[in-house]
Structures are given as C-alpha cells and as structure tokens.
C-alpha cells in the first residue's frame, strides 16, 4: 500500500482507472446477470400472477353473464308463455295420444329428424306434425327465438322443464329431450339436479350443477344453470336450464396468449379434480385427472400467489394460483410455466455482458494513460503555489486558472481561498464583537441556519424556555429547555404553525416575519429575519421571541379603566389635559371645556391640599369635589385617587386622577339620613306614648286610651293598642257579670241537684219494667227475620233458573237466525250453479255444432260434447230442486225464530217478576233482620241505662259538693276583678235564666251548654251501639212544652 502512494499521479491514475474499470465492469457484469436473472423470474411471475388474476377474473365474469342471461331470459313473459303452452300440449298428448308424448317427441323430433347429431336444432317443424295437440306450431313458434340465444351465446343447450319433471323443450334434441327427470334415466343428471334446486328457488335466484359426465352429450363433462319461470300472476310454472359451452370455458381459461412455450392452465374443482382440459395432455383431462400440490390446496383455501414447485407434469417451474369463486364453492385457478423457458434467457444475458465488458477495458486503459498525462503537470503547478498560500503570502500568482476543466477549478478556487482568507483576517474580530453582542442582549434570541436547524441561543431564550417549560411540553412533544440546539426551529412551535413557519422560512423573501400564538395562559410575539453575509445572500435566520403575557393583561385592565372608572390627566401646574369617556360624562362637558376648567389647586380647598401631597411624591385616596353639573345643579363627587406621573429624575410629569363617579350614591345616601331622622322622631313618639298608656294598665285602669295622632306608618299601631284596651274592657266587664251570675247560680244547683235525685229512683223502676217487655218483642223479631231469609232464598234460586232459561231462548234465537242466512247463501250459491250448468249446456251445443261441420274428425268431440250437455242439464235440476228445498226450510226456520221470540218474550216477563219479588223478599228479610239487632241493641241500652241510672244517683251527690266549691270560686273571683276599673257600676248576683226554674236552669246549664273551663269528673259509660233503637223510638216534642212536663212520667 506505501508503494502505491509513492507512485506519481502519471502512472498511479492509469492503475487506478485501470483497475477501477475492472472492478466495476466486472461487479456491473456479476450485478446486471444477478438482478437480470431476479427481474427475468419476477418478470415472469408477475406475467403469470396477471394472467392468473386475467383468466380467473374472465372465467367469473362468464359465469356472472350467464347468470344474468339466464335469469333475464325467464324473467320475460315469451318464456313463460313458451313453457306454459309446450306443457300443456304435452299434456293433451299424455291424455288423449295413442302412445306417451316422450314417445312420440322422440319420433318427431329425433329418429324422424333429417339432420345428423349435432344439427337436428335445425328442425323446426317435424316431417309430420303433431298436429292433434298443436305441438308442433308451438315449437315452430318458439325453437328459432331459443336457437338464436343458444347460438348467439353458444350455450351447449337450453331446456323448458315444466313442474312435473318433463322435459317439454331442448335446443339440441340430445336423448334427453322429452324424458322425465324424476322417473326417466337422466333422474340422477346434473340437469336434473340443477332442475330439482331450481324448482325450490324463489325468483331472481340461480341454481348450478357442477361439471360432471353427462350421458346425453356421450359421456362428456357438462355443467347446468337453471332457474325457475313464473308466469304474470306470479304462479311457478316450470324451469329454465343452460348447458354451459365446455369449448368457451376452456378457451378462456387456456388460451396460449401469454404461456410461452411451456405454460399452461386449468380450472380445478373442490375435489381437487380438473375441470378443464391441459395444454399438452394428449386426451381429455377434464374431469380425468387429479391435480393435488401446495398450489391447488393454497387457491382452494381462498388463497392467490405465486410459488416455484413441481408442476402438474412433475417439471420444477413457476406456478401462479387464484381462487375463483363458484355459486358459493371455491375452485382453483393455476397458471404453470418450466423454469427452464426462465433460466434460457439468463444465460444468454451473461454471454453477452461478458463480452461488452473486455471490450470496455481495453479501450479505457488506452484513455486513461493519455488523460493521467494530462492531469499531473498542471496539479503540480497548483501544489506549488498552495504552498506559497499556507505561508500567509496572499499575493502569489495562480496559474491554469483559465483552463475549462476541474484543474482550471482548483485554480480558480485556490484563488478564491487565498482572497477569503484575506477578508477572514478582517471580519473574524468583527464576528468575536457580534457573538458576544448576541450571548448578552436581553432579547429571547435564537440563531438559525439555511436547514432551518436551531444553532444556538442566547441566555434569554434559554430563560424562557426554561420559565414557561410546563406550557411548551403540554403543547409540544418531547419539549426539553436544555435540549434546543440542533433541533428543527418548527419543532419548538405547535402543530397548528409548524406550516406555516416552515413556509416562512423557505421563501426569505417574506421575511421579517411576525406570528402570535398562545400556550395556557401565555401569550407569545416571535419575529423571525433573514441573516445575509457581506454579498446580500442569505445564511441563516434570527428567531427573536417576545412573552407579550404582561402587556396583553396590562392593556386589558387599561381598557377596563377606561371603560368604567373616571379618568382625568392634568398637568404638573394642574391644568385639566385630558379625560375619558365616563369623566366626560361625569362632569357633563366636551373637551372643548377643558381649558375654561380651573386649575386642580384652585377649583377646591381639598383640591389644593392634594395637589400638594402629590408633589411631595403622595398617592392621595378619598372623595374629592368636581364641578357642578350643568345639568343637574349637583356637585360632582369622586370617589378614587390621584397619583403622580414621575421621569427618571422623579419630576412629575403628569397628574392622573382614577375613580368613580359617587354623586348619586352620595345624594341617596343624604336622602336616606334626612328619612332615617324624621322616622327616628316618629318612633319616639310612639315609645313614650305607648310607655304612658302601658303604665295606666299596669295600675287597672282599663278606660286609658292615646289620643295624640302618630304618622302614617304607625297610626295602625296607635289604633290596635285603643282597640286592644277596649276590647280588655269589655272582656273583664264579661267577667265580672259571670262572677256575680255564678255566684248566685251555685245556690240553685244544689237544690235541683236533690230534686233530681228522687226522679233518678222512679226512673230505675220504670227501666226494668221496659226491659221485660223489650226480651219478648226481640224474640218475635228474631223469628220472623229466619223466616225472611229462607223466602229470599227460594226466591233467589226461581229467579237464576228463570235467568238461564231467558239465555237458551236467546240463543236458540240466535242459531236460528244463522241458519236463515246459511240458507240464503246457499240459495244464492245453487244460483250460480244454476248459470254455470246453463252456459256449459251452451258451450256444449255449441261444440256438438261444430263437431258435426268436422264430420267424421269431429264424431268423437260430439260425443264428448252430448255427454258435457246432458251432465249440466242434470246440475240445472239438481240446483233447481235445492233451492225449493232451501225455501220451504228458510219458511219453516222463520217462523221457529218467530215462535222462540215469543217464548223469549214471555221467559224475560217472568224473569222480571220472579226479580221484583226477590228484591221485596230481600228487603223484608233485610227489615226483620235490623229490627231483630235494633231490638238487642235497644235492650242491652235499656240494661246499661239502668246501671247509669244507679250511677247518676252518686254523681249528683258530686255535684252537690261541686256547687258548693263552685259558690266558693266565684267570691273569690269577685275579689280579683273587684280592683280593675271598668267604668260600669257593679250588679248584684241574679238568675240568669230570668223566670226559667232554678232547677230547670242548672240542668239546662250543665247537661245541654258544657264549657271546657273546668272538666268534672263522671263515668266513663260503656259503648253502646242504640243508635238505630233510639232513633226508632224517638217522637216529635213540641217547642211549647216546658222543661218539666212528663219529667216525672218518664
């Protein structure tokens, strides 16, 4: 390696080409054989995926057509009609033909037919027509449209298979034309199966049957579609089958375009079994052969590609396979080609890359001895004058800087750094005093290059980043203050401004540019300029970032201050400058006032005491007088402060006053003082007022009053307290009365208290004897009411069975009436019979008409006709007797409803009655039953009242004793009331019952008016349910009798 740096540039650069020439022609050559043998195998792969996809593609697109063809061929009303008139000639052929119609279709159509197999679609008509069943009409009518759509498609052939399984129709006239697919020797065909799916299809739907050896067509693989037919009302007629064209499928999956010389390809089936026939094979494969391989089993699977494996022949090639899917199942598509036909072409590439490659480096070494010449004298030249530079000598000559090539460059360019190394000596102190400029500056800074890389930044920036570094991560990703330099300057932004910076950026001429955005609660300003050197091109970018946060809260609460605060500026000499919206307002002037105002210090004696305080460096707070309102005639009051505006030096250089307007505050709140005064005064009144009538109550006398008006607000008060003290009046008047009636009364409860002791005594004898002759009537009672409720009983019982017996005549009733409409609507139907018999009688002489015009052809039908007439005479009478029938029973059902009306009639008379009687029965019973409980209730009263009785007799002794005390209270309540001063004269204790008896009155007083006062203390008596005895047993008493009469009685 030393030996090959010694040499010369003369003779090392020819070696050097030399051998670079080797080397690369040889890797060129080793490479180009390499990728073109790749390229030739994925070349060939990709022709054989295409075709795979191309021929798998084409084969589903054939089916789907057939599919639609099919479906639109039963989809139109000529089919339909086809298959509807070919079956019912077959019919008439099955019902009236000497021999089966299978028979003679055959005959006509196949061993009649003057056409060989495989032509006799060319017969339209038989030789003899079928002309007894029209057969032969209809399939000269409908067998050209059907060959036309076979031959237009090239369909093998195409079937009407009716309802039956008959085989009715068929292009081809193949052996299975007019056999039977459920009974006939084709029950197990594909087309029978297909047929039978199809018949079980709703419309729209498809049925196929997958290639198989089909007899008819001797033996050969066929496949069927088929697909049922209906008819305009949507009845199923029959099927409509296909036979697939086994030569188009095969001519669509093999054809040759594209195989090559070896390639072939073929369709296999689920059973992995060929479908179509090989290339190559020298018989028919199709349904022969079985093809099993990791390709067949990967498409089978529902898999596409390509692989290199033994081909079905057992070659090694490339095989290419596709699924394709058929009416749900799944076959395999595979394309094959020998990997021999691959590799031919590779050798004959590397033959030929050989050779071109010799050629190539001879001719350069040639070149490259003459040009190495070329190349070192002049190197040596700039070597030499290099070395002159390197000592600082910036004034040497440079030669060979007019030559064109590379070396006339390194001239050029050795005389380019010899002159920048010139300028650098100069402008290298100038950048010391710029970086240094940079690093200190109190602006955020970023320096940038051309890339768009962040270089460096000063130690402002890095203060930003590092203050605000919470707000920068939550919005940019993997955001780190100590990691700016290096990274993408749109990488420090968010998304959102990332293209636009970045659009910035490539196009300097937009520069300076200015972009505002906001992270959280921060708000940022960055301003990004081009850097350009000494010629005006640039070289970089500086980002200069601004946190405008402070100055946006800042504006904000100035705009807040304008807005709703009173601001004046005045001048150091106190001479009103300026002011806002809301002190314009305020003072109500227009700055054209402004110089008519007085200065701060003389427009107030507060004003001047503040106008001091600020020049001696003060913030004076408090409500400080403006002008009057010219409008109001108010004084202006401001509620706020002022403040000097101070330089450096501390000289002021305005006077700011800040606040709110308060001159309606102020006047509400005067206003409100003078309100609370008056009303203090008001109330003060009243107090003493109500202080002297309260101490004349206090000392008893109740005919006080104030008489002295309040105001308004209180006036109710003044009235409420005459009212209350009047009404104390009127009420310890009451009580005194009631003391002295009390009093007097006690006396004469005492004695009625004995008077009512000895009635108490006769009362006890007169209740015994009441209550013997109460035990005997409650006895009858009870016996009468037992007797009540077994009657209502009976009654009950009549009424129900007279209840059902009512519905079984109504429904009778309604049975019948059903029967008289069956009736009718079995007259109407022997009507109809009735017409039906007389128009087939019609149609009948009619046919018989015709059948004597035919003669002889016609005998038959004539007899067949007579027979029709003679039978639809017999339904005429048969429907004639009926309907006399139905008439005499529609009389004899009238008049049977008629008759069960009456008796329903009769049945719902009786059922009322038999009602009326259990509801008078019921309410007896109900009567006897009260009675015989009132008459208990009232003798168990009757033996309670007897033990009150005995009870009352000690009570009275009680109350003796209570009238006494009660005499005791009432002096004593006398005194009580005896110091408060009413204005009325006392009264002596009288009666307050006037000329009523003093026994009378107690009574009266105690048992009919109870007060709540005082409870008195009686026996509690035992519950009792008299409530309906005494209400019986109660009488009327007149109003003029007196409290006494009949006492004794009683």
Not at 263 to 284: C, E, N
């Amino acid at each position: 390696m030393n030996i090959v740096k010694k040499l010369p540039i003369s003779v090392k650069l020819p070696l050097i080409v030399i051998a670079l020439v080797l080397a690369s022609v040889s890797t060129v050559s080793v490479l180009e054989s390499t990728i073109g043998a790749r390229e030739l195998k994925q070349a060939a792969n990709r022709q054989l995926e295409g075709l795979a996809r191309d021929r798998s593609q084409r084969f589903s697109e054939f089916m789907q057509r057939t599919q639609n063809d099919i479906m639109a061929a039963a989809g139109r009303g000529a089919t339909a009609q086809a298959l509807s008139d070919l079956s019912m000639s077959w019919t008439m052929m099955a019902q009236y033909g000497d021999t089966g119609p299978g028979e003679m279709l055959n005959r006509a159509f196949i061993d009649d037919n003057p056409n060989p197999v495989g032509k006799r679609r060319l017969l339209d008509a038989p030789v003899e027509a079928i002309d007894d069943y029209n057969y032969s009409g209809l399939h000269a009518l409908y067998h050209p449209e059907f060959r036309a759509l076979a031959d237009l498609f090239g369909y093998y052939d195409i079937y009407l298979i009716d309802q039956k399984g008959n085989v009715v129709f068929s292009v081809e006239k193949k052996a299975d034309f007019a056999s039977n697919l459920l009974t006939g020797p084709y029950g197990n065909s594909g087309l029978a199966k297909a047929a039978f799916v199809a018949e079980t299809l709703p419309e729209g739907e498809v049925a196929f049957s997958d290639f198989a050896a089909y007899g008819p067509s001797e033996g050969a693989p066929a496949a069927f579609m088929a697909t049922p037919i209906f008819d305009a009302q949507d009845q199923r007629v029959g099927v409509l089958a296909y036979q697939l064209p086994n030569d188009r499928i095969n001519a669509i999956v093999s054809d040759v375009s594209g195989l090559g010389e070896t390639g072939d390809a073929f369709l296999v089936g689920p059973d992995q079994i060929l479908r179509t026939d090989m290339r190559f094979a020298d018989t028919p494969t199709a349904l022969e052969r079985r093809v099993e391989g990791p390709a067949v089993i990967a498409a089978l699977s529902g898999k596409s590609g390509i692989l290199q494996s033994a081909g079905a022949d057992g070659d090694m090639g490339f095989t290419a396979y596709a699924p394709v899917n058929v009416f749900g199942r799944t076959w395999a598509f595979v394309v094959e080609k020998d990997e021999a036909e691959v590799t031919a072409l590779i050798s004959d590439l590397i033959y030929v890359q050989i050779i071109a490659a010799l050629a190539v480096i001879v001719v350069t070494s040639i070149i490259a001895v003459l040009v190495a010449r070329g190349f070192s004298k002049p190197l040596t030249r700039v070597r030499d004058a290099m070395h002159v530079v390197r000592g600082g000598d910036y004034h040497v000559e440079i030669k060979d800087i007019g030559r064109g090539d590379e070396i006339g460059g390194i001239a050029r360019v050795l005389g380019e750094f010899r002159d920048d190394l010139s300028e650098a000596q100069q402008t290298d102190r100038e950048s010391q005093f710029r970086g240094a400029a940079f690093q200190a500056s109190g602006s955020a800074m970023l320096m940038v290059e051309e890339d768009m890389t962040v270089l460096h930044g000063n130690a402002a920036i890095t203060d930003l980043f590092t203050q605000y570094e919470a707000e920068f991560k939550a919005a940019i990703e993997n955001f780190s203050a100590d990691e700016i330099a290096g990274r993408p300057l749109v990488e420090l932004f968010p998304q959102a401004y990332r293209a636009e910076i970045h659009e910035v950026l490539k196009e300097p001429g937009r520069l300076p540019h200015e972009l505002r955005f906001g992270l959280g609660e921060i708000r940022l300003v960055i301003r990004i300029s081009a850097v350009e050197d000494a010629g005006g091109a640039p070289i970089g970018f500086v980002a200069e970032w601004q946190d405008a946060t402070g100055g946006y809260m800042n504006a904000a609460i100035l705009a807040s201050i304008d807005t709703n605060q009173v601001r004046a500026d005045f001048s150091p000499d106190g001479k009103l400058l300026d002011g806002n919206a809301p002190m314009l307002k305020a003072y109500a002037i227009t700055r054209e006032h402004f110089a008519l105002m007085p200065k701060l210090q003389d427009a107030a004696p507060e004003l001047a005491d503040v106008y001091t305080r600020v020049h001696q460096g003060e913030t004076v707070f408090g409500t400080f007088p403006g002008p009057v309102n010219p409008e109001t005639g108010e004084q202006v009051m401001i509620d706020g402060a002022f403040s000097g505006v101070k330089d450096e030096n501390g000289q002021i250089l305005r006077i700011i006053m800040i606040g709110k307007d308060v001159t309606r505050e102020k006047r509400a709140w005067a206003d409100a003082e003078a309100k609370r005064e008056a009303m203090q005064a008001a109330q003060q009144e009243v107090v003493d007022a109500l202080r002297t009538g309260l101490g004349e109550l206090a000392e008893g006398d109740l005919t006080t009053r104030i008489e002295s008006v309040f105001s308004s607000e209180y006036e109710q008060l003044r009235a409420d307290f005459n009212l209350a003290c009047e009404r104390l009046q009127d009420a310890l008047g009451k009580v005194v009365e009631n003391a002295n009636l009390i009093k007097g009364e006690a006396s004469e409860i005492s004695s009625a208290a004995d008077d009512l002791s000895v009635r108490t005594e006769k009362q006890a004898a007169t209740l015994e004897e009441t209550a013997t002759a109460l035990d005997q009537l409650t006895s009858s009672v009870k016996s009468a009411a037992e007797g009540s409720t077994h009657a209502n009983r009976l009654v009950d019982t009549a009424r129900e069975n007279a209840e059902a017996s009512g519905q079984v005549v109504h429904e009778a009733v309604t049975a019948m009436s059903e029967i008289e409409q069956s009736s009718l609507q079995i007259s109407k139907i022997t009507g109809v019979i009735d017409d039906i018999a007389f128009q087939t009688n019609l149609l009948a002489l009619n046919a018989g008409v015709e059948a004597a015009r035919a003669g002889d052809a016609g005998r038959g039908f004539a007899v067949v006709a007579s027979e029709v007439r003679a039978l639809a005479q017999r339904s005429s009478d048969a429907a004639r007797e009926i309907n006399q029938l139905i008439s005499s029973s529609g009389a004899q059902v009238k008049r049977g409803v008629d008759l069960v009306g009456h008796a329903g009639e009769a049945l719902k008379g009786i059922v009322e009655s038999v009602k009326e009687i259990s509801r008078n029965v019921s309410e007896i019973a109900a009567s006897s039953q009260e009675q015989s409980v009132g008459l208990a209730e009232i003798n168990t009263a009757m033996n309670q009242l007897d033990q009150v009785t005995q009870q009352n007799a000690a009570m009275f002794e009680q109350t003796t004793a209570a009238s006494h005390a009660l005499t005791r209270e009432a002096e004593s309540l006398t005194q009580a009331t005896a110091r408060f001063r009413t204005g009325q004269a006392s009264t002596p204790p009288v009666s307050a019952r006037g000329s009523v008896p003093v026994a009378a009155a107690a009574f009266e007083a105690t048992a009919l008016q109870p007060t709540a006062s005082e409870p008195v203390a009686v026996p509690k008596p035992r519950p009792t349910q008299a409530k309906v005895a005494v209400g019986q047993m109660s009488a009327p008493v007149s109003s003029g009798d007196s409290f006494d009469d009949g006492w004794d009685e009683f």
